[in-house]
């Protein structure tokens, strides 16, 4: 996606070819028509993920899972410049609107020096002061609460909050299968067509929590640990979870095909097996391992790795 924030890390970075000149977000795993992930290695080379979520149903999703769409959307966001100051429903008041519900996490993956994530509202800011605020021109300043973007943080972001992302950011996004932001403040830029870009107050008002105002910075909590590998728990909300785990070797990962499995590999480069066949994953490749693969290997290669898992 070409969005006029976005910049050339996730080329630089992850060595990508045929990347826009502007990159802002790619949506890495993604059953949505504005935008659909398609398979690139294996014998389903070549087919979409919604036509395998069609044709696979609960062997893809999981036992628990019953839906015609896979559920999650998983980006990898560069914000070169700051993105609009945002919020989307939740599953609460989506229906207000019209919208849909999207709560979502990010994992920094890294960060220039001084970059900011802005993830609720100062304490004691009401409605009445956020609107103030947003008059004078002094949003951040006054109405937006911000942490610093540590590479291996997690934030998580309900739907309702108030949030953006400052320039100098490279997330990664877990979020519900959704689309929908409500855009209240833009810095005052304009799109590629010279014009300022729409804002949506009266549907962001309607769905703001304003009881739900501070960032909710989650630290990793160690879980498991197999030989030299360590497992961490990040993230785990109604609609998703996410683990972190460090290989030193080989991980045998067994499960009780509940949920697919995510893959997207931060550091190192990992061989991920399953069912007979092993994909090579060097950093900033996403893998999604179907529920029925109960049993699947993470190994790394020369070294160690870094790999997020998200379930549901």
């Not at 609107?131 to 609460?145: F, H, P, Q, T, Y």
Request: aromatic share 6%; net charge negative.
């Amino acid at each position: 996606m070409d969005y006029v924030w976005g910049g050339r890390r996730m080329a630089r970075t992850y060595g990508r070819k045929g990347t826009p000149d502007v990159c802002a977000e790619s949506w890495e795993i993604s059953d949505r028509p504005e935008g659909v992930s398609m398979v690139v290695n294996g014998p389903e080379k070549g087919r979409s993920l919604h036509e395998l979520v069609e044709a696979m149903g609960a062997d893809l999703l999981g036992k628990q899972v019953d839906a015609k769409v896979f559920p999650l959307l998983i980006k990898i966001i560069d914000a070169k410049a700051d993105l609009s100051v945002q919020v989307h429903p939740s599953n609460a008041n989506a229906h207000v609107t019209g919208g849909e519900a999207k709560t979502e996490m990010w994992i920094v993956l890294d960060a220039e020096p001084g970059s900011t994530i802005y993830a609720g509202l100062k304490p004691g800011v009401t409605q009445e002061a956020f609107e103030a605020a947003l008059a004078a021109g002094k949003l951040e300043k006054v109405a937006l609460a911000g942490v610093p973007a540590k590479p291996g943080r997690a934030v998580f972001v309900p739907g309702g909050k108030v949030h953006a992302i400052g320039a100098g950011c490279l997330l990664l996004e877990v979020q519900q299968n959704s689309n929908t932001t409500y855009r209240v403040y833009d810095w005052g830029r304009v799109g590629h067509d010279g014009k300022p870009r729409p804002l949506h107050m009266e549907q962001a008002l309607q769905v703001i929590d304003w009881e739900n105002a501070s960032p909710e910075v989650v630290p990793p909590r160690p879980i498991t640990s197999t030989g030299d590998n360590q497992w961490w728990d990040l993230v785990a909300c109604p609609f998703f979870r996410t683990k972190r785990v460090e290989l030193r070797g080989p991980e045998d990962v067994v499960h009780e095909g509940n949920s697919f499995h995510a893959l997207f590999v931060t550091k190192g480069t990992v061989l991920i097996g399953a069912n007979g066949h092993v994909a090579s994953a060097p950093a900033g490749t996403s893998c999604l391992v179907p529920a029925a693969a109960m049993h699947y290997t993470l190994t790394p290669v020369s070294g160690s790795a870094s790999v997020i898992q998200i379930t549901l």
